[in-house]
């Protein structure tokens, strides 16, 4: 069983930058597929960032070339570099895992990942 503990959530001004982390522990081999989700309130579960293990990436158009995704597999931590950050970025943000299931592109919805964390929260103010 996979478990998933983000951290670095804050609230910032439009503009800033944050980095938030997720530790996860409970398995043996790295989480194939690892990624970030965000939800605003009143909206669906979006997708942001996505990292296979062999390090290829998937961005949300709206956060390409702001947001930088890694991975430290000998740390077993998920980052999320987020830089000029705006209001329409606040959320709050899950980590995501999936072990077992593979999959033709990188997966990017909400029901392709069996592993969450409890979420941070980020708040972006004008």
């Known amino acids: 069983q996979v478990q998933l503990v983000e951290s670095g959530g804050a609230s910032v001004q439009a503009g800033g930058s944050l980095r938030l982390s997720c530790v996860a522990s409970?398995?043996?081999?790295?989480?194939?597929?690892m990624g970030w989700f965000r939800q605003a309130p009143g909206k669906e579960r979006e997708g942001v960032a996505f990292?296979?293990?062999?390090?290829?990436?998937r961005y949300v158009d709206s956060v390409k070339g702001r947001f930088t995704i890694s991975r430290d597999n000998a740390k077993r931590t998920l980052y999320l570099q987020m830089n000029s950050l705006k209001p329409e970025d606040a959320a709050m943000y899950y980590c995501?895992?999936?072990?077992?299931?593979?999959?033709?592109?990188?997966?990017?919805?909400?029901?392709?990942?069996?592993?969450w964390g409890q979420g941070t929260q980020v708040t972006v103010s004008s």
């Open positions: 995501a895992a999936e072990v077992r299931r593979r999959y033709a592109d990188i997966p990017w919805a909400w029901f392709q990942y069996s592993y």
């Open positions: 409970g398995y043996t081999y790295s989480p194939y597929y």
């Open positions: 990292i296979v293990s062999d390090g290829s990436t």
